[in-house]
């Protein structure tokens, strides 16, 4: 029989609704046989994650989606069989969590300077069960409070990025962020392609050590999967596709939306630690 795996999932050790469990429950009723756990800037859902798969028949493959950008423009890049128990790894990603939770609190004094002033810090951070807190639990709980009357509002009046409480967050360049992974062991795959829109980039991605590109996503036209198809056989890079499931938080996507046949996991493991 044939193996189908999704290589984008989030939880809510991020900005996803789900917990392990739930994950590990909506693979199986799809039938899923493998899943990587790509959380943002994150890998405290992977353990756990791990922890409910055993015994049942999914493999959980560990993977993250970092923040980066280059010239301003934010660029997520996914990491792929990365050895979580690693210190530099950890260490790391704890400089990157404190650089959100700093951010975080600016945001928060914004607020209250716009008379917003019941909001703790304490109370967003509850909102992520791992320290990489973002705007969209600042959001949930300005609506929570009856500031905006949605997620959308609260972007659009506070959050965005023109709006008057938004602070730009730190991110780490695109190539850092690539040979970063790489000196971890783990494999580096751009992340949707067709939401970043700048192709032009990809060749230096490539010489930086970018090894796959995301090519199976959500509704997506096949013309532009054939684009991203074409330029990854150009590139010689791995093809990887995931939902992007992120639970109650998209509803335009779910676990297993999207399902890749597993000879392109076996693929990417021939990558790892190369
Ligand atoms: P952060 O990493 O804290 O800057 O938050 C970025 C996240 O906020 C994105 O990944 C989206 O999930 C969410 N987001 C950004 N803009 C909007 C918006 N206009 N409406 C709803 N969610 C948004
Ligand atoms: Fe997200
Ligand atoms: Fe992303
Ligand atoms: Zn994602």
Redesign the pocket.
Known sequence: MSKFADLHIHTYFS?GTSSPAEVVSEALEVGLSCIAITD?DTIDGIEPTIKIANKKNLEIISGIEL?SEVDGKDIHILGYLLDIKQDALIEKLTQMQEVRIERLKKMILKLKSLGINNIEFEEVARLSRSKSV???HL?KVLKDKGWVSS??EA??KYL?ETSPAYVP?YKISTYEAIKFIRSQGGVSVLAHPMLTNRDELIPSFVEAGLQGVEVYYPNLSQTVADHYIGLAKKYNLLLTGGSDAHGKAKTSTFVGKIKIPYDLVEKLKTHHLK
């Open positions: 900005d943002h923040s973002g705007r969209p959001a997620i959308s972007f659009g965005g967050k």
